[in-house]
């Protein structure tokens, strides 16, 4: 990637010190002064046109939007402006100018995401850490009492044991019938319409997921008319009714279903293009060979597609560990099926506890740990 | 006008340096061909020349100005790419204007320029398409046209015509020829692997090998006087055949002893180098089948590649390294395992010394 | 494979049904929701949804004329009147008692112990019968079990749209949902160039951080923005959920976009710097163009997450009608209108419209971003 157009000419230390601090320094102006540039304008246009139009909701919407975006990319384009008028690519000292321009510019382009990746993901952690060792309010010294609270705490206990759960079912059935979705439809001519059906739950919502299964599991008492599908089998069936998401640890599975449903075609997605990469040639040797189509299945194929596989478990454990909306919609972690997500939330929101809260946060984060350390690794080795 | 001067020019990546000091001068409107086997450092001094790589050390000057620290677009090249690297969102017209757009020009000159270009390389009837919508001549053509719009002092060619199919290939390595006879005063430099490219299109002809310059001078000149081993082998297809041989006598013209024959060659040879040993190398070309058997050397026939136009036979020959290739005119039918004598005239013979240098360059 | 010689037609039929049998799990219930929403409110809750073309059997308690009202007809006192009253109705059965609301088939005469006779037609006229003159405004009470014709309305969705506070939510959410999407995608993008294609040292660090990040829990940031957001009094505004959407989007937008953009070929941009451009224009006129179906994906990811996104929406916009969002909304209604299904699954389907619209449209774009992002050596 060596688009540098100098050679660097040996310099001692000292001077590379001035010349990195020089660098810092006029990164940062330059930052602030496109900064400040592009979001003075943007208000400007704000007052002007609020004064011009006063108590026009849509508009006032509408307005904020457009200016937002546009003092984003008013930064990018009167920084870069700026920093080519103080070291001009012509002229005179056109190599010194463009050695220092090309040391200030990666910066102007990282600045912005730096910044808000720092203060959004970055800065949080360590404030949490922080937290957990305060109190409800986040301003008194509580020691190890959070922890301590936790480790005998009854509501942490069972949302862990539904955690793990979801961790052992919803990763393995999303990736088993993913699979399946994605070897059959891909030998099929409409194929592709039902991999659109199956798929298309990744667009709905997780809220929307969980009315759509509530009413799936509706339930009305025995003799009247059920109105829920599952009700409706089972009593067609000669069973009696039950109000599935009350069932004692039995509920838990029935709230997994529902982001089996929505995950399931992004696990056949990624694995059906997995399946579509093999080389034909080893099929074919397969078929030569005598293999029935599933011997091809299970020891052709899904052998040579096992690093997408635990790519596509991953990605599930971690929305997995996330997974929030469905419990706060369907039971709001009652009969049994708190998680640690919703957990938290009741303890930020309910408890008022931000001490506690965090600290099931860290837990959270503590879970997903290993997950994030393989994939820097995985990137520092792709990238060398 | 302006050539190119390189005045022990280095390039290093951390600590390994793959240029390891190159001299050159190109003239103004040369057209001058580096050759050299994938590796040797050939693009790179392209790139070095063009400004895509930094100047580890030494002096680059294009016409008098130096250029180190010049970028790209200030140096006064243009350069075509082996993969053409047209912008495929952009129509060919916009593809030859790009440069002149950021240069803010005036419109009717680009427009002027790149009609200019369309028509000597025929592509007007394709300016509104996109590339993908172009056979890969014609976006070769493109890539070209990009390059004569900029109307630089020094065009770069970086193996442009790899990526072609055959026949393709030498039309339009025609084209570049007729190009550079159209543009007497420009400058071109050109990279390839293929020594059929750089014997036919080149003036002069730069053959690098690991970072080096192994000899440079007029494609002719390298045939009939490769300066080493390495030069010797590398021009000219099948490669040169190589045999050990003893010098038994030096003087005006050296006399080399084969182990059971002798030849006496017309090439100078210092007394120092009596008894030596030395390398003969024979074109496949220039050697014929003895039919008294009394030639240079007797080898046994192991394998015979019919081409029609020519007849190549491998020769297993004592002492040689590899086996010897005879090249013969016509078909011509030998059996396996039969015994034939080559032998082949003294002027078409090369002496290298140990060290693989030939012995009219020492 | 499906030319291979030999291929078994039963197994291709077991394929066949197999993924029939898939597709049907995974498209009914979202059938169910939209067959619902446009049904007649009284019609969800008494039949399932499947039946919903079918005539609803309905039982219903009618209540005669009082019998003071009767009148003597050959020595009877006879009463006349309609079970549907002003409405009208098929009748499929009919009974006297609670005990056996369908004993009798329409216009069978039944007899009670004390010498009435009652009868009820199929288009619900009844007529009761006494042997004496009747006393009482009480009327007989009739058991009819009727058969309804489907009714289908979008009363429901115009209840939901206008009076349950669903419209402004719609807006509300659009209002947060593009900002929050293109914003990210303009940062991401700058950054993705720099990462890809400048030379900086410390490079390779920042850009294992972010792929690092892009599995923080999101929950981990919800405190402590939260606090800063109350310290430095931008409180619940829609900047600050753009900006948070921003934060949590742009570890996986920089990756992907960095990805693509390290694949686009070297020398298309060595020979757009030998045609003068600079970095800036570099980025604008060669690489956004050529990286657009990066930026669809993305685009699409971004705009599904926050669009259907509950969790941040809850902690950095409030629950006033001015703010709330789609999901909120819904979730809502769904607590405090837990059995209304008429007006859930109106709702529900007013908020996944719009995704799924886009899902549909542009699902090309998606599944390329998702390849990008994780097949492996693929």
């Known amino acids: 990637m060596a688009l540098s157009q100098t050679s660097a000419a040996p310099v001692a230390s000292e001077t590379r010190l001035v010349s990195t601090l020089t660098t810092a320094f006029v990164t940062l102006t330059v930052m602030a002064a496109g900064l400040a540039a592009s979001v003075a304008v943007a208000v400007a246009g704000y007052v002007l046109i609020d004064f011009v139009f006063p108590d026009s909701k849509l508009l006032d919407a509408a307005l904020v939007m457009v200016l937002g975006v546009a003092a984003c990319f008013g930064y990018f384009w009167a920084s870069n402006k700026l920093l080519d008028t103080l070291y001009p690519a012509s002229g005179a000292h056109v190599a010194a100018n463009l050695t220092k321009a090309n040391a200030v510019r990666p910066w102007l382009f990282l600045g912005p995401a730096v910044i808000v990746v720092g203060l959004y993901l970055a800065y949080p952690v360590v404030n949490s850490i922080w937290l957990s060792f305060h109190g409800p309010s986040g301003e008194t010294w509580a020691g190890t009492s959070n922890y301590e609270w936790l480790a005998r705490d009854g509501g942490f206990r069972e949302s862990v044991r539904n955690n793990i759960l979801w961790l052992i079912v919803v990763p393995a059935a999303t990736t088993f019938f993913g699979l399946i979705a994605a070897a059959l439809t891909d030998r099929i001519a409409w194929g592709n319409i039902a991999k659109s059906l199956i798929f298309m739950p990744m667009a709905i919502s997780f809220v929307g997921a969980s009315v759509i299964w509530k009413f799936i599991y509706d339930y009305r008492p025995a003799g009247s008319e059920q109105i829920g599908l599952l009700n409706a089998i089972v009593t067609g069936l000669g069973g009696d009714p039950q109000a599935w998401i009350t069932v004692p640890f039995w509920n838990n599975f029935f709230l997994m279903v529902v982001l089996i449903w929505i995950q399931t075609g992004f696990a056949m997605v990624i694995l059906s293009a997995a399946l579509r990469g093999i080389p034909e040639e080893t099929i074919e040797a397969a078929v030569i060979d005598g293999a029935s189509p599933f011997q091809i299945f299970y020891k052709i194929k899904v052998p040579q597609i096992w690093a997408t596989i635990a790519v596509v478990w991953t990605t599930i454990t971690i929305l997995v560990l996330k997974v929030f909306d469905i419990v706060l919609a369907m039971t709001n972690g009652q009969w049994g099926t708190q998680v640690l997500a919703n957990y938290m939330f009741d303890w930020m929101f309910r408890g008022l506890d931000f001490g506690r809260a965090s600290t099931i946060a860290l837990v959270i984060m503590l879970m997903v740990a290993p997950i994030m350390a393989w994939n820097i690794y995985e990137t520092k080795k792709g990238t060398k | 006008m302006s050539g190119v001067l390189m005045k022990n020019i280095r390039k290093s990546y951390g600590a390994t340096e793959v240029i390891h000091g190159i001299d050159l001068e190109i003239e103004s409107g040369e057209f001058v061909v580096f050759v050299g086997p994938s590796g040797c450092g050939k693009s790179t001094l392209l790139r070095m020349i063009a400004g895509l790589e930094s100047i580890s050390d030494g002096d680059m000057y294009i016409g008098a100005e130096r250029v180190n620290d010049i970028p790209p677009s200030q140096r006064g090249i243009a350069m075509v790419f082996q993969s053409y690297a047209l912008y495929p969102h952009m129509s060919v017209f916009d593809n030859m204007a790009f440069g002149m757009r950021i240069a803010k020009r005036p419109r009717e000159e680009i427009d002027r320029r790149v009609k200019e270009a369309a028509e000597i390389l025929r592509l007007t009837p394709y300016l509104d398409r996109l590339p993908k919508a172009l056979s890969g001549g014609q976006r070769q053509r493109v890539a070209i046209g990009r390059a004569i719009v900029r109307n630089p002092k020094v065009f770069l060619f970086d193996e442009p015509l790899s990526n072609l199919d055959a026949a393709l290939r030498v039309a339009t390595r025609i084209e570049i020829a007729k190009l550079k006879e159209s543009m007497p005063n420009s400058t071109m430099i050109y990279v390839t692997h293929d020594q059929v490219e750089a014997m036919t299109l080149a003036d002069r002809i730069v053959v690098l090998s690991a970072g080096r310059i192994e000899q440079v001078g007029a494609p002719i000149e390298l045939y009939e006087r490769p300066a080493n081993l390495f030069v010797a082998q590398f021009i000219g297809s099948p490669a040169m055949n190589v045999q050990r041989a003893k010098i038994e006598k030096t003087g005006e013209s050296t006399t080399i002893n084969l182990g059971k024959r002798k030849a006496d060659l017309p090439i100078p040879s210092p007394g120092q180098l009596a008894g030596a040993d030395v390398h003969l190398g024979v074109r496949p070309e220039d050697l014929t089948i003895a039919s008294n058997g009394g030639g240079l050397m007797d080898g046994r026939v192991n394998i015979v590649e019919s081409l029609g136009e020519v007849t190549n036979v491998y020769l297993d020959v004592e002492n040689a390294p590899q086996p010897i290739v005879v090249k013969l005119p016509g078909v011509q039918r030998f059996a396996r395992g039969e015994i034939v004598s080559v032998a082949a005239q003294p002027s078409k013979m090369h002496l290298f010394n140990e060290n693989g240098r030939s012995l009219l360059y020492l | ?378």
């Open chain 3, 1 to 378: 494979m499906n030319t291979v010689v030999g291929t078994r037609p039963a197994l291709t039929w077991a394929v066949h049904i197999a993924v029939f049998v898939l597709v049907a799990i995974w498209t009914i219930p979202t059938l169910g929701i939209l067959i619902s929403s446009f049904r007649d409110k009284d019609q969800i809750v008494t039949s399932g949804w499947w039946t919903a073309l079918a005539p609803a059997e309905r039982n219903i308690v009618a209540r005669a004329a009082p019998p003071s009202e009767a009148v003597e007809e050959n020595g009877r006192w006879v009463l006349r009147g309609n079970v549907f009253g002003e409405a009208s109705g098929s009748v499929s059965a009919f009974g006297i008692s609670i005990q056996r609301p369908t004993e009798f088939a329409p216009g069978v005469t039944a007899e009670t112990r004390d010498g009435e006779t009652v009868a009820v037609g199929e288009n619900g006229d009844y007529i009761i019968t006494y042997p004496e003159q009747p006393e009482g405004e009480r009327g007989q009470r009739l058991f009819v079990t009727t058969l309804e014709p489907p009714k289908f309305t979008t009363e429901n969705y115009e209840t939901v749209l206008f009076s349950e506070g669903i419209g402004q939510s719609f807006i509300n959410t659009l209002t947060v949902t593009i900002p929050a999407t293109v914003i990210p995608i303009l940062i991401a993008a700058y950054a993705a160039y720099a990462l890809a294609w400048m030379e900086f040292p410390g490079r390779a660090l920042l850009l294992a951080t972010i792929v690092g990040l892009i599995v923080v829990p999101l929950q981990m940031a919800l405190i402590p923005l939260l606090r800063l957001y109350n310290d430095i009094g931008v409180g619940k505004s829609f900047i600050g959920i753009w900006l948070a959407h921003t934060g949590f989007g742009l570890p996986l937008a920089i990756y992907l976009l960095r990805n693509y953009m390290a694949g686009l070929p070297r020398e298309i941009l060595e020979s757009a710097r030998v045609d003068g451009a600079s970095d800036f224009e570099i980025f604008r006129k060669i690489i956004l163009p050529l990286s657009f179906p990066a930026l669809a994906s993305f685009a699409i990811f971004q705009f599904l997450w926050v669009w259907n996104d509950l969790l941040v929406a809850t902690v950095f916009l409030g629950n006033n009608e001015e703010q709330l969002v789609m999901t909120g909304r819904l979730r809502e209604l769904l607590g405090s209108r837990g059995g209304n299904w008429e007006i859930l699954s109106a709702s529900a389907f007013v908020a996944i419209i719009v995704p799924i619209v886009v899902f549909f449209a542009l699902q090309r774009y998606l599944v390329r971003g998702l390849l990008a992002g994780s097949v492996k050596g693929g």
